[in-house]
């Protein structure tokens, strides 16, 4: 059973799923999962970004969450150390992350920024399922606050990882972390994120506003290693309008030459419908990008089609407001 599959199995039972606290099973000690993250395949072991975790800890000891650790935070200070947790065994990084949980909750606000951050950069499935625990198990703003902030900041390639992040988007029922998650899946998405929304969009169990949530992140989506995936939604064997309006969104948030050009396709084909062009219209008057105003400029100067030279000379013009905004501030977006 693959990641996705066991994600969108498994939310239709979400509503009554609550979290119990740590359990330990032979494998070593688990947190059953809030509504927030679905039970996933078993971890991938491959190498990726390097992690940062305490030097003080030897890979492998056995090191419990106990109270010990928040009776002197100072013993956490020593430096941190990258590339040691993506290579344990299941249980060994299991007790590494449950501890750097535990330091998260109970350490010093420099402590807690530096191992949210690790966790992030080690861009694995445990990793973000460990961030989304320590989320959920304080109730210091400060601290939930400084989880978000550094979810944001995450770039990561490792395909679990990216996954379990996208289905935070979904499923999640806080606000910043589900907000965070969207911005960081928004600038790391790839063919395969888009096709995990897409499915994600898809399935029946997924509440309005978690759909919104999933069309805001396809909408805003900034890698061009999406547009392929985002160009087959605007095929015409696409039945779903508001997807293929976010997919259109989507290429114009890109703003490349690539994207440009499918966007003119789509917005061109003889045989489209009204319904169809509309979105990629709207799509074209979203363009900010100002390496592509004059491609914009001229194309508009030689389209015939008066709907579409309107598309491409507001974009224009959008361009060249948000240029002189930047020398004037008082001026507010269109």
Do not use: C
């Not at 020593?78 to 449950?98: F, Y």
């Not at 920024?113 to 703003?141: E, G, I, N």
């Not at 389209?303 to 240029?323: C, H, K, M, W, Y």
């Amino acid at each position: 059973m693959t990641t996705r599959t066991a994600i969108l199995g498994f939310s239709a039972a979400l509503p009554v799923i609550f979290a119990i606290g740590w359990q330990v099973f032979d494998s070593g000690p688990r947190l059953e999962m809030t509504p927030v993250i679905p039970p996933r395949a078993a971890p991938s072991t491959a190498s990726g970004s390097p992690v940062a975790m305490s030097s003080g800890v030897v890979m492998g000891e056995q090191v419990g969450a106990s109270s010990d650790h928040s009776e002197n935070p100072a013993q956490h200070d020593t430096p941190h150390m990258p590339g040691l947790i993506r290579e344990m065994n299941d249980q060994e990084r299991s007790t590494k992350l449950r501890e750097i949980v535990h330091q998260i909750q109970r350490g010093t606000a420099e402590q807690r920024q530096t191992l949210a951050v690790s966790l992030v950069a080690m861009d694995h499935a445990d990793a973000f399922q460990a961030l989304s625990d320590a989320f959920h198990q304080t109730k210091d703003a400060e601290t939930r606050q400084l989880i978000a902030a550094a979810l944001k900041g995450y770039v990561g390639v490792d395909r679990e990882g990216r996954e379990l992040v996208t289905s935070l988007i979904a499923l999640g029922g806080d606000a910043v972390l589900v907000n965070a998650a969207s911005d960081a899946i928004a600038r790391s998405a790839d063919e395969d994120t888009i096709l995990h929304l897409q499915e994600l969009l898809h399935d029946p169990a997924i509440q309005a506003d978690a759909r919104e949530r999933l069309m805001h992140t396809i909408r805003t989506v900034g890698t061009s290693a999406a547009a392929p995936a985002l160009v087959r939604l605007l095929d015409a064997g696409q039945q779903d309008a508001d997807l293929r309006a976010a997919a259109a969104s989507g290429l114009a948030s890109i703003g490349d030459e690539s994207s440009l050009d499918a966007l003119l396709h789509h917005a061109t084909l003889p045989e489209a419908t009204p319904e169809q062009v509309q979105p990629v219209l709207k799509a074209l008057r979203e363009i900010r990008s100002p390496i592509l105003r004059e491609r914009l400029l001229a194309t508009a100067q030689m389209a015939g089609d008066p709907l579409l030279r309107q598309s491409l000379e507001a974009s224009v013009e959008n361009i060249t407001f948000a240029a002189s905004s930047l020398y004037n501030p008082s001026h507010s977006a269109p």
